[in-house]
């Protein structure tokens, strides 16, 4: 069935499209976002308004991807303009992030997906700050990065994560477990050498960075250190800004030993007494293992530990 489509309402979306196409040059992606939203709003108000909402909108859609196609080219299918319909009401309701849109059309195109608000202003939010592409935002998405965040945290941390983004403050906030490594591309087998993974994340370093979180800059692979005549290497030695301290990483491709964790509290040791300076803040030891023995790590450090 077609409707008639109203003069008012099909001029003041052609406007608001042609508005947007005068400022495409400077700020393409925000301004397209911020159209779409307007259009969605336009198409539910005007829904609101219709005897039969389900039929009605269904033909104002058909009927808007029709004319406005004709007019702008392609970009306005059924499809489309259903998601800015669908934007509109995604976007609209109470506790929602956004006064003003600052990623592409594409990225709110994946946020839409979540149901779960906190979540979705968490995404955002890090999107924003951390300058995410769309291939890292989907990434972060698939890795769970949000979850493995939440399992850490208190009540309050949670609701923090979902208004401010992660916040580093304390060693602890910088940790994740499990840390998802899949752009390494390595195959799930036991019999590749620690020097491989470690060859890997060199070779994907900047991504390895962004799986670590916020503030980290590379310090150097295999980073040696001599004392009594005895030479020990760190796997890889990172610093971090926002913290102020050094961040050392041990690999171990099978599970963690006791001995493994003595290592890194001495490398932690040495560090803290002979390499920060005196308004740096204490090292951060981290070991990325295949697999972990709760107990054992509980037993082997200080109750109070807050390094490794």
């Not at 990623?103 to 839409?112: A, E, G, Q, T």
């Not at 202003?121 to 990434?139: D, G, K, T, V």
């Not at 060859?199 to 799986?211: D, G, H, P, V």
Request: charged letters at 30%; proline letters at 2%; aromatic letters at 10%.
């Amino acid at each position: 069935m077609d409707i008639e489509i109203k003069k008012d309402i099909y001029d003041e979306i052609s406007n608001l499209l042609k508005e947007a196409r005068k400022n495409i040059v400077s700020n393409i992606n925000t301004t397209m976002t911020k159209t779409y939203f307007l259009i969605g709003k336009r198409i539910v108000e005007e829904e609101q308004n219709g005897n039969e909402r389900a039929t009605y909108g269904k033909n104002l859609i058909k009927n808007l991807s029709k004319k406005l196609t004709n007019e702008f080219g392609k970009g306005f299918s059924e499809r489309n303009i259903e998601q800015m319909r669908k934007f509109y009401k995604t976007y609209s309701i109470p506790q929602t992030l956004s006064a003003e849109f600052k990623l592409s059309w594409s990225h709110y195109l994946i946020l839409m997906r979540m149901e779960n608000i906190e979540e979705r202003n968490f995404y955002e939010i890090e999107s924003i700050q951390n300058n995410w592409s769309l291939r890292e935002l989907r990434r972060q998405i698939d890795s769970a990065l949000y979850e493995r965040l939440v399992l850490s945290r208190d009540k309050e941390k949670v609701k923090e994560l979902a208004f401010k983004g992660q916040v580093i403050e304390k060693p602890e906030d910088v940790v994740k477990d499990p840390y998802i490594l899949e752009f390494l591309g390595l195959e799930e087998q036991s019999n590749y050498s620690e020097n491989r993974l470690e060859t890997e994340i060199i070779n994907n370093l900047e991504k390895f960075l962004l799986e670590l979180g916020k503030g980290f800059t590379f310090v150097g692979r295999q980073v040696r250190f001599t004392f009594d005549e005895k030479h020990f290497r760190v796997d890889l030695v990172f610093y971090n800004r926002i913290l102020k301290c050094f961040v050392l990483i041990d690999l171990k491709i099978g599970e963690v030993t006791h001995q493994d964790l003595g290592q890194m509290q001495m490398y932690v040791n040495y560090y803290d007494r002979y390499v920060r300076l005196p308004d740096e803040n204490k090292s951060i030891g981290i070991i990325i293992c295949r697999e972990k023995n709760d107990t054992l790590v509980k037993l082997t450090l200080p109750e109070d530990n807050k390094s490794l």
